[in-house]
């Protein structure tokens, strides 16, 4: 009905954004969105990271297996 694109789609936003915030937020409101996406990214790269990573090779303990006849 609309056919609004991706560019007119962000135009819309960054103006309703403008109306509600005023334009004294926005470079602060812009700061917000960009620690938090770096913060975000940091978390998403750590996790990956750690699902990535190669476990660590474990000495294994050798058990006394042998079974020892009862001492009588």
């Given amino acids: 009905m609309f056919g ?15 109306l509600i915030f005023g334009p004294s937020q926005l470079p602060k409101l812009a700061k917000a969105i960009g620690n938090a996406s770096k913060e975000f990214k940091k978390a998403q790269r750590e996790v990956s990271d750690e699902l990535n990573r190669e476990p ?14 009862p001492a009588s």
């Fill in 56 to 69: 660590e090779s474990k000495p294994v303990e050798k058990k006394d297996t042998e079974t020892k006849p």
């Fill in 4 to 18: 609004l694109g991706g560019g007119e789609t962000l135009i819309v936003i960054f103006l309703v954004v403008l």
